[in-house]
Nanobody, 120 residues
């Protein structure tokens, strides 16, 4: 199983960026998916999560600015980031709870991370 993140980059404050993360490999079922971020010198923190049914949860710091969504047919999760601030600068990681066989349990898998840099 692999999670491949793409998108991100450099943007000025107030701008927008989007990142996506596609799951590939031997998959039976994909449960909740999410985005986390880690800024230099800080711990990794939750950004947003989304269940397979579409229920979402956001960190207070990104509410009303970021939108998480997913395409279950493509096993892909997206994060649309608007009104970006310099403090949003971080490496963004996706994760997913994945069941690889019908008789197995869901385990958490992580993507490789993608850099988002917001200049002031």
């Amino acid at each position: 199983v692999q999670l491949q993140a793409s998108g991100g980059g450099l943007v000025q404050a107030g701008g927008s960026l989007s990142v996506s993360c596609a799951v590939s490999g031997r998959i039976f079922d994909v449960g909740a998916m999410g985005w986390y971020r880690q800024a230099p010198g800080k711990q990794r923190e939750l950004v947003a999560t989304i269940t397979s049914g579409g229920s979402t949860n956001y960190a207070d710091s990104v509410k009303a600015r970021f939108t998480i969504s997913r395409d279950n047919a493509k096993n892909t999760v997206y994060l649309q980031m608007n009104s970006l601030k310099p403090e949003d600068t971080a490496v963004y990681y996706c994760n997913a709870r994945i069941q690889t066989t019908a008789w197995g349990t869901r385990n958490i898998y992580w993507g490789q991370g993608t850099q988002v840099t917001v200049s002031s």
